[in-house]
């Protein structure tokens, strides 16, 4: 069997999966790989996962189950902003389990700040970790807490997940509906972008509703950028991208990475496992139309999502590809959508 296709994934959640273990050892399951889960070094090895941005994320108490079948038009409440302490607590586990990952596996995981790092990491197989946080709850309106973060590797943030907080809104579980759901970036939002370009840290727009989107647009001189959203098109929900979304992310230059939850797949909008992989092909072949094809990514959302049954896991990657190669993808622009137009994306942005 021939090698998988190496893969620079824009989004997942395996940190708070590991965060929230009730394993004894959550670290070594990762490190000798376990039944549960999208994401374990034995998997990632298996299905050509490289590397990718791994969330930082700050679930709230008793927060919706969002991976739950659904059916039909739907509409959750979302949770309510959360304290900062309770945000940061969560924020400085999920980072210690990624220090903690890389430090027990003697070079097989890697935290990378800059492109060279992540390709030196790479080409000694080492599994290339970018870390994100996903929702900045847990930064203070001083911002002393992102320098913090910074220093321990953090290269990109969302200034909100789906929940309201200090800087900014984002768009709720709703289906379907337009991402125009509110209010855009506070001040504080404001500064927060200023700061990101300062520093060089990717500004990821994958949860923010459509003011908030078009402040960014605004505010930053860098391209724009949705870490793991589809085509809104394709499926009416509101973390998806409107047609005119997508020709102001292309005009900077920026990027999409591919969702693989089937609730931002789907026309209907449902989370089903049995949802085709043709559907995921689909959003493809739209975003590389809209974007062209040094635009388009992967953003799998593992360990955050419901994903089609046949991909499974990060071991399932190599499913997508057979599906492309069937579509007639060369292999050269599936090494692009794979990992080459992420690391070329993350060249001009974190550098
Ligand atoms: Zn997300």
Redesign the pocket.
């Known amino acids: 069997m021939s090698s998988p296709i190496p893969v620079f994934d824009g989004?997942n959640d395996v940190l708070l999966r590991l965060y929230k273990s009730t394993s004894k050892d959550p670290v070594a399951d990762f490190l000798q790989g376990e039944e549960a889960g999208h994401i374990d070094l034995k998997k990632a090895k298996a299905g050509g996962f490289a590397g990718g941005l791994f969330?930082l994320y700050s679930p709230s108490p008793r927060a919706a189950n969002t991976t739950e079948p659904s059916t039909g038009a739907f509409s959750r409440p979302l949770p309510p902003p959360l304290p900062m302490d309770e945000a940061r607590a969560s924020i400085v586990g999920e980072l210690a389990m990624l220090v903690k990952v890389e430090r027990a596996s003697q070079g097989a995981v890697a935290i990378c700040r800059n492109v060279a790092e992540i390709r030196a990491a790479m080409a000694r197989g080492a599994l290339a970790a970018v870390p994100h946080i996903?929702g900045a709850d847990a930064i203070d309106d001083k911002l002393h807490f992102l320098d913090v973060l910074y220093a321990a590797g953090l290269r990109s943030l969302g200034p909100v997940?789906s929940r309201p907080n200090i800087f900014g809104h984002g768009v709720p579980f709703q289906f379907p509906s337009s991402p125009d759901t509110g209010d855009g970036l506070t001040t504080a939002g404001e500064d927060l972008v200023r700061v990101c370009d300062e520093l060089k840290i990717l500004i990821d727009l994958?949860?923010i509703n459509e003011k908030g989107f078009w402040d960014v647009a605004r505010l930053s001189k860098a391209p724009l950028v949705a870490t793991?959203s589809n085509v809104h098109a394709l499926c009416p929900s509101p973390r998806n991208l409107t047609d005119k979304q997508l020709a102001a992310i292309r005009d900077t230059g920026g990027m999409v990475g591919l969702n693989f939850a089937t609730g931002f797949l789907r026309p209907d909008g449902q989370m089903r496992g049995d949802t085709d992989v043709a559907l995921m092909v689909q959003h493809l072949d739209y975003l590389l139309e809209k974007l062209g094809e040094d635009h388009v990514g992967l953003g799998s959302?593992f360990d955050?999502a419901m994903v089609p049954q046949a991909i499974g896991s990060a071991a399932g990657l190599p499913v997508l590809f057979e599906a492309l190669r069937a579509k007639g993808y060369s292999e050269a622009l599936m090494a692009k959508i794979a990992c080459e137009n992420w690391l070329k994306l993350l060249e001009r942005t974190i550098g």
Do not use: C
């Open positions: 989004h969330a996903e997940w994958s949860h793991h959302d955050g």
